[in-house]
């Protein structure tokens, strides 16, 4: 029976002992909605701070991401989020707006990285690369703690964001499914068309169907 994965601190103390000595993890959120932002946080977590229950943002509870990110705010020595809205997404493309976002949050780091650990093993799309010294690391999410934690702050940062346009756009349900192609969501796509935060370069085989 395999062992439950449990972010640890190999990798960050590779990096340092490699002689950086920054070195901050980065994640992102929310790459697949129809509608929104993707999300992008980096951390830098100093080397005896406990975070009991960090893991995975998608294998933690909603109740359990909120009381960490207050935790992985109070103490990482830097945080940054950032993010690429829809318009940049239909602009380019999503692995591309996602490197843009990760670079943001890296470049928002303060004091700033020197290395980073990048959730995944892309490191560039078309329009945009990380630029800044790194390595990907795949399920980095599930094996580092700085990405861990990078995951954390992505995911509750855009979550917030979510239901805040569900206040400004309340036909779409919004703080139900964060933008994420729902039965329910698609339900309100083709009563209410869409709206201003929506991505219609992910939107062209409802558009296709509706035109059927």
């Known amino acids: 029976m395999n062992k439950k994965t449990v972010p640890m601190r190999e990798l960050e103390e590779a990096a340092r002992a490699r002689g950086f000595a920054l070195v901050c993890g980065c994640d992102e959120a929310g ?3 129809l509608a929104g932002p993707v999300y992008a946080a980096a951390v830098i977590l100093p080397s005896d701070l406990v975070l009991v229950g960090l893991n ?5 509870t909603a109740k359990r991401r909120e009381a960490l990110f207050d935790q992985i705010q109070q103490g990482a020595l830097a945080w940054a989020v ?3 809205g829809p318009e940049e997404i239909d602009e380019t493309d999503i692995l591309s707006a996602r490197m843009l976002a990760m670079q943001r949050a890296i470049d928002g780091l303060d004091p700033a990285a020197d290395y980073a650990l990048i959730d995944g093993n892309r490191d560039k799309g078309r329009h945009f690369a ?3 010294p790194h390595e990907t690391v795949i399920r980095g999410d599930s094996r580092s ?3 861990a934690a990078a995951s954390i702050l992505a995911k509750v940062s855009r979550d917030r964001y979510m ?3 569900a206040e400004q756009y309340p036909q779409y ?3 139900k499914h964060k933008g994420y192609g729902t039965a329910l969501h698609y339900a ?3 009563q209410f068309g869409p709206s201003p935060v929506h991505r219609r370069s992910f939107l062209k085989k409802w558009e296709a169907g509706r035109l059927g």
């Open 130 to 132: 990380i630029t800044a």
């Open 56 to 60: 995975d943002s998608k294998q933690v």
């Open 188 to 190: 309100m796509l083709d």
């Open 173 to 175: 349900g919004f703080e």
């Open 163 to 165: 239901a805040g346009l």
């Open 82 to 84: 950032a993010w690429a």
């Open 31 to 33: 790459a697949g909605p």
């Open 145 to 147: 703690v700085s990405i």
